[in-house]
C-alpha cells in the first residue's frame, strides 16, 4: 500500500458552483465557521472518494470534483461525443459517433428531459457539472488540452451522457442497427439469512466489462448525506451509482439485452417507403454539424436525417435501409430512479421505485438487512402482438402497421422472484428463467419475445451450482465461491476424452492427455493443462465455447443445471485433442505451459500472473483474454468492480476495482488493485467515517 499523505484543499462557498481557493486563501478560509463548509471528499489510499455533503447537491457537487480528479481526460471526450460535437473537437474519426448522436436527437431530447426533472434533481445534476467544472478550473494542467475543450460543462450535459449511454448504447447501441455485435456481462447473487450460516442476508455485484478506459470503465465512490449513504461504482460520467449498497439494502445489475428497440428493415419506393401498402413520405431535416480538420479549421457538414413512422432512418453497408424505434424515450428519470433506489427506506419504498420503469434494462438484483431479496427482469418493454426473441432481435418487417409497437409492459408483467423458498436468487446475463433452482418462474407463463427459453450458459450453470448446491454459506464461502476459477466444462467432458485417448498410440495424444489427467480443472496462474484444454475447448464447442453440437447430451430445458454433458463423437474429440496438442505447444511452447506465464495482469509498470478464464467454459471469476502478441495474452473484458456484502452489525464488505479507480495519467490509482486480483484476494472496503480517516490519502473541502 502506498505511503499516506494528507492534503488539505478548501473550497469557497459561494453556491455549489464555487471554486477551490487559491492555497493563501484557503489558509485564511481554515480558520472560518464550519458552516461556510457544505461537503468535503476523503481521497482513501486506494483512490476512492468518500464524499460527505451538508444536502443532495453538495454529494453531487463532490462526486462530479472527484470524477473529473480520477477520470477527466475520459469523461469530458464522453460528453463531447454525447454533443454530438466530437467531430468539431477531435477531428474525422467521430464523425460516425456524431451522425449517430444528432439523428437520434440525443443532445435535444437531453435538453427535454432535464427540463421534466423536478427542480432539486435538476440542482443535483447541476452541482455534478458545476464540480467538475470546478476541478478543471483549480487543476487545468491535470487534463488533456484536447479535452478542455468540452469545458464548462452543464446539468444537461451530464443528462445527454447518460441518456447516450442507456439508450444508445446498451438498448439500442449502433452496431445492431447498422450492422454488428454489443455484448456485455456480470453476476450477481443475493443470499436470505435462511441460506446464510450467521443470518444475514448477503449480496454480490459482479459486472463484467470492457478493461479499455470508455464509457462503460467503472468508478467506485462512497456518497454520504443528510439521511442517506450509497457506496458502491458506477460508469464514469453517471452521477449515480448503479451498484450500491449501505447499512440497510444494496442492489446490482446485469445486462439482460431486454428487446426496448426494434431495428425495421424498410421497403424502398420511390417517393419513400411502403407501409400498410401505401407509399409514404420520410419526414425529412437537415443538421449541420463541425468536423476539425488536420491543420485545425472547422468544415461543416451536413446530414440529411430522413424518419419513418418508426423513428430515424439508416442507410447500412449491405445496402438495406433501418429503421430504429426505441421504447422510452418519453420517460426520462433513469437517473433520479437510480438515486432514489439508493435512498429507499424499506423494501416496499423500493418497490414503489422500481414500478416507475425508468431505467431502459438490465437484470436488477435486490437484498436487505430485513431478509428480502429480489431478481428482477427490468427494462421498458414494448408489447408486441407474437414473435419470440429471435423475430424481434433481428430486423423486423416494417412494411404493415402489424409489427409496429406502441404501448409498453408494466412493472407487474416483467418476470421477478422475491424472497423464493431456496433462499437465494442469482443472474449471470443469462434468461430470467433459472435466477433460482428449483426453479419459481417458467417461461411458458410469458410472452415468448420477454427473453429466450435458453439455452443456459455453463457460467451461469456454475453460478447455480455455487449457490444451490451448499445448504448454508458463511462470508467467507461466498468470498471464495467468488473467486472461483474452476472450469465446469471440464467436469462435463473430461473424463470421456481422456478414456478415449486411452485407446490411441499417437504420442502426441498421449503427452496431452497426462498432462489434462494431471490438470487441477482450474484456471489459476499455476495451472499447467488449462491453456491446451482451452485450446482443445475452441474446437470442442466452437471459437466462443458456445455449441454444444459435439455433446453427447445437449442442452436440456428439463435440466438446466447439468447440461450439455458428454461427447457425441469420442473419436473426434481425440482427433482434435492431437491438433490440440500440436497447436498449444506451437503457441506456447509446452503443453503444461502455467496459465500465468502467458495471461497478464499487466497496467503501466504492473505485470502480474494472470487468472481467471472465459465464462463460456464454465469460469465464474471471468476474464476474456485478448489474442497472443509476443507469447503473452492480457484482459480484454472481465473482472472489474466486485463488491461482497453481509448486513450484519456493522456491515462486512470486501471489494475490487481490478483495473484501478482511476483512468488519469500519471494516476497511482491505474493499477495499483491488480496485485490482490493476481493473488485471487479483497480489499477490506471502508464504509465508516473513522476506517476512511485511518486510510487517508488526501482531503478536499468546499
Known amino acids: 500500500m502506498m505511503k499516506r499523505r494528507t492534503l488539505i484543499a478548501l473550497a469557497a462557498l459561494a453556491g455549489a458552483g464555487a471554486l477551490p481557493l487559491s492555497p493563501a486563501a484557503a489558509q485564511g478560509a481554515a480558520s472560518a465557521p464550519a458552516k461556510a463548509v457544505r461537503g468535503e471528499i476523503l481521497y482513501d489510499t486506494f483512490g476512492v472518494p468518500h464524499v460527505y455533503g451538508k444536502d443532495e447537491a453538495a454529494v453531487f457537487y463532490g462526486f462530479g470534483y472527484a470524477t473529473a480528479q480520477n477520470h477527466g481526460d475520459v469523461v469530458l471526450r464522453l460528453y463531447g461525443q454525447a454533443r454530438g460535437r466530437a467531430a468539431e473537437y477531435w477531428g474525422a474519426s467521430e464523425i460516425e459517433s456524431d451522425r449517430w448522436v444528432i439523428s437520434n436527437d440525443v443532445y435535444e431530447r437531453a435538453r ?80 436470505m439469512p435462511k441460506k446464510s450460516a450467521s443470518g444475514n442476508t448477503l449480496l454480490l455485484a459482479n459486472p463484467h466489462l470492457p478493461w479499455a478506459p470508455s464509457q462503460l470503465t467503472y468508478f467506485e465512490a462512497d456518497l454520504n448525506g443528510p439521511g442517506f449513504k450509497m457506496y458502491g461504482a458506477t460508469q464514469v460520467g453517471l452521477p449515480v451509482l448503479r451498484f450500491a449498497f449501505n447499512e440497510r439494502m444494496g442492489f446490482t445489475n446485469t445486462v439482460n439485452n431486454i428487446l426496448g428497440a426494434t431495428n425495421y428493415e424498410l421497403k424502398l419506393a420511390p417517393g419513400g417507403y411502403l407501409f400498410d401498402g401505401k407509399v409514404r413520405p420520410f419526414a425529412v431535416k437537415t443538421k449541420t454539424f463541425k468536423v476539425r480538420q488536420p491543420d485545425g479549421s472547422l468544415k461543416a457538414e451536413t446530414l440529411e436525417i430522413r424518419s419513418s413512422v418508426h423513428g430515424p432512418a439508416f442507410a447500412r453497408a449491405d445496402g438495406k435501409t433501418v429503421a430504429v424505434r426505441v421504447a422510452g424515450l418519453d420517460r426520462p428519470g433513469g437517473l433520479r430512479q437510480y438515486w432514489d433506489m439508493g435512498k429507499s427506506k424499506s423494501f416496499a419504498e423500493y418497490q414503489q421505485v422500481m414500478k416507475r420503469l425508468q431505467v431502459p434494462s438490465f ?12 431478481y428482477l427482469l427490468n427494462g421498458i418493454l414494448p408489447k408486441r402482438k407474437d414473435g419470440d426473441v429471435r423475430t424481434w432481435s433481428g430486423l423486423v418487417p416494417g412494411d404493415t402497421s402489424a409489427t409496429l409497437w406502441t404501448d409498453i409492459h408494466p412493472y407487474e408483467d416483467l418476470p421477478k422472484v422475491v424472497d423464493p423458498p431456496t433462499g437465494y436468487v442469482q443472474n449471470t446475463n443469462d434468461p430470467p428463467w433459472v435466477s433460482t433452482w428449483p426453479q419459481a418462474i417458467r417461461a411458458q407463463d410469458y410472452p415468448a419475445y420477454v427473453a429466450p427459453p435458453g439455452p443456459m450458459s455453463l457460467r451461469a450453470q456454475h453460478s447455480s451450482h455455487l449457490m444451490a448446491d451448499p445448504p448454508k454459506l458463511t462470508f467467507d464461502d461466498f468470498v471464495r465461491s467468488k473467486a472461483s476459477t474452476h472450469v465446469l466444462m471440464a467436469d462435463r467432458v473430461l473424463d470421456e476424452l481422456l478414456t478415449a485417448a486411452a485407446g490411441s498410440a499417437d504420442a502426441d495424444v498421449q503427452q496431452a492427455a497426462a498432462v489434462l489427467r494431471a490438470w487441477d480443472r482450474k484456471v489459476d496462474a499455476g495451472s499447467r493443462g488449462a491453456l491446451l484444454f482451452e485450446t482443445w475447448a475452441r474446437k470442442f464447442a466452437g471459437p466462443n465455447f458456445q455449441s454444444d453440437a459435439n455433446y453427447k447430451v445437449r442442452w436440456d430445458p428439463a435440466r438446466p443445471i447439468d447440461t450439455p454433458i458428454g461427447i457425441k463423437d469420442p473419436a473426434g474429440a481425440v482427433a482434435m485433442l492431437k491438433e490440440a496438442a500440436i ?20 497496467l503501466g509498470q504492473v505485470d502480474l500472473p494472470g ?27 472481465g473482472e472489474t468492480w466486485v463488491s461482497m456484502v453481509e448486513f450484519s452489525t456493522p ?42 480517516e485511518s486510510n487517508l490519502e488526501s482531503r478536499v473541502a468546499y
Open 611 to 637: 487468472s481467471g478464464g472465459f465464462g463460456n467454459m464454465g469460469v465464474f471469476n471471468v476474464i476474456t483474454w485478448s489474442g497472443l502478441k509476443d507469447g503473452r495474452r492480457m484482459p480484454n473484458h
Open 583 to 602: 497447436e498449444a505447444r506451437a503457441q506456447y511452447g509446452a503443453l503444461d505451459r502455467p496459465f500465468g506465464e502467458v495471461s497478464r495482469f499487466a
Open 651 to 692: 456491515v462486512k464488505a470486501k471489494g475490487l476495482m481490478s483495473y484501478g479507480n482511476s483512468t488519469q495519467p500519471g494516476s497511482p490509482h491505474r493499477s495499483d488493485q491488480l496485485e490482490f486480483l493476481s493473488q485471487k484476494t479483497y480489499r477490506t472496503l471502508w464504509t465508516t467515517r473513522a476506517e476512511v
Open 112 to 191: 427535454q428531459w432535464y427540463l421534466k426533472e423536478p427542480a432539486a434533481f435538476r440542482r443535483n445534476l447541476d452541482a455534478f457539472a458545476e464540480g467538475m467544472n470546478a476541478y478543471a478550473r483549480a487543476h487545468p494542467d491535470k487534463l488533456d488540452p484536447s479535452v478542455r475543450q468540452v469545458l464548462p460543462i452543464s446539468g444537461v450535459d451530464v443528462m445527454a451522457h447518460a441518456h447516450k449511454l442507456m439508450n444508445y448504447q446498451y438498448v439500442a447501441p449502433a452496431q445492431r442497427t447498422l450492422g454488428g455485435n454489443a455484448d456485455a456481462g456480470s453476476n450477481a447473487w443475493a443470499v
Open 363 to 374: 437484470n436488477i438484483v435486490y437484498a436487505d438487512r430485513e431478509g428480502h431479496v429480489q
